[in-house]
T-cell receptor
């Protein structure tokens, strides 16, 4: 049974619209992450969180907000979607992220197309 | 900034053959992880290493324990289901905020 689940799995949004991607984990992990993957590239970190009600900026946070209302749930919010945000988004969790990040467990990905 | 370089970028193998993928790091890394992305886009965790080697079936990974500047993933007796894109991700730590840096992947095609 999948331990990190994302919704929606696919979404088409209009430029300027609001998009919320949701992630739920049953690993009981403290750390959760949002990455984006562009065609032919590796993953880049957008936001992460190590505790409920707190989020941290990753490497490419501009244009994105994150929300961690509980240990299990982590959302990525695009307030004003833009064409450049068309990508596949992955949520992940890990047990710890201090001295050593620990093994990442990924969700299935959410394909976002902004028109 | 810190870089993770994967090689080769693409690789074609016949079933039953062996191969090795490599990740080089421009700085000392604390740990490395290997993932396989299948045709549906799912990312599957293969290995997490802070040092030494790990083996799982036909896959074996090693992390240079001395200078911590490279990691390898060996595939033995390649099968069709091994096809996919393989990513390594390394953790620099310290001033890098313990974030993972991903390589750009190796596209592996296993043919009959």
């Amino acid at each position: 049974e999948a331990a990190v689940t994302q919704s929606p799995r696919s979404k088409v949004a209009v430029t300027g619209g609001k998009v919320t991607l949701s992630c739920h984990q049953t690993n009981n992990h403290d750390y959760m992450y949002w990455y984006r993957q562009d065609t032919g590239h590796g993953l880049r970190l957008i936001h992460y969180s190590y505790v409920a009600d707190s989020t941290e900026k990753g490497d490419i946070p501009d244009g994105y907000k994150a929300s961690r209302p509980s240990q299990e749930n982590f959302s990525l919010i695009l307030e004003l979607a833009s064409l450049s945000q068309t990508a596949v988004y992955f949520c992940a969790s890990s047990e710890y992220g201090g001295a050593l990040t620990g093994q990442l467990y990924f969700g299935e990905g959410s394909k976002l197309t902004v028109l | 900034g810190d870089q993770v370089e994967q090689s080769p970028s693409a690789l074609s193998l016949h079933e039953g053959t062996d191969s090795a993928l490599r990740c080089n790091f421009t700085t000392t890394m604390r740990s490395v992880q290997w993932f396989r992305q299948n045709s549906r886009g799912s990312l599957i965790s293969l290995f997490y290493l802070a040092s030494g080697t790990k083996e799982n079936g036909r896959l074996k990974s090693a992390f240079d324990s001395k200078e911590r500047r490279y990691s390898t993933l060996h595939i033995r007796d390649a099968q069709l289901e091994d096809s996919g894109t393989y990513f390594c991700a390394a953790e620099a730590g310290g001033g890098s905020g313990n974030k993972l840096i991903f390589g750009t992947g190796t596209l592996l095609s296993v043919k009959p």
